[in-house]
């Protein structure tokens, strides 16, 4: 049988032993990773921007690379065909803003929760079920980042399904927030809330839901807790840096499982 959207047969990734993933939400960072950290990668999948590569990480074993696109209703398709595919580790690869003031551009956040704010995780489970990663999972990719990065923090996020209201951006089309998004940032603070995103909130009810295991990664590459949008510019000259952490982190880590230093129970 056909995925709908990958494009490939049911069977396909088990036949070539192929049972964890690394997710992002850009089709170029998707490309990045297969061409620059995998060998013998090939491109099992171009529809609808949502590129997957397969390769073979240092170690010789074969992951997936694949593109979640932006936002979670992209996102849920994407991992329920992964998920039938066979997949049982999803590590989300990203990028973030920050909301705390003590987390500046250039670092990374592992998140082991969400407040999931996401239309999308309704229809996989209730508002009050909780979005939270594989405990195992991500405590090995947090102190595996802190190996490879000075500036790494764990903690929860907030995982919304808009890029400008719901992360209370002033300056763009809509000048007029709800009054439920004015002041958002303030308040996500004294919630020792860590980032704003706009995928894992999903993900991690789905692996929940589904039997699998996820954790996320991010570089932060915007300073939401400015107010200052200029500040934002700051993400050109530190995104491919921080992309190269996440990736390796994440690597390594799928490389621990392989090894049998991390193991996962079902």
Known sequence: MLLNHLNFTIDFLSKLNVHLCLLSGDPSRTRMIAEKYLRKSELVCDNR?????????????????????????STSIVVNELAQAGIEVIIRVGTT????????????????????????????AP??????????????????????????????NASVDTFYEGQERYGNANPHLLRKQQGLIQEY????????????GTLFKMASVYKFHATSICGVVAARYSGNEESEKIMHNIVDDVTDKTILSALKTLENIQSGKLILNN
């Open 49 to 73: 921007g949502l590129l997957c590569y397969i390769g073979e990480t240092s170690l010789g074993m074969p992951i997936i690379a694949a593109t979640s696109g932006m936002g979670a209703p």
């Open 97 to 124: 803003g920050s909301i705390q003031k003590y987390i500046a551009p250039g670092s990374l956040i592992v998140n082991y929760a969400s407040l999931c704010k996401q239309g999308a995780a309704k229809d996989i």
């Open 127 to 156: 508002n009050e079920y909780p979005s939270v990663a594989s405990p195992l999972l991500s405590t090995d990719l947090y102190h595996t980042a802190k190996g490879i990065h000075p500036s790494v923090y764990f903690g929860i």
């Open 189 to 200: 603070q004294h919630l020792n809330i860590l980032n704003f995103e706009m995928e894992t």
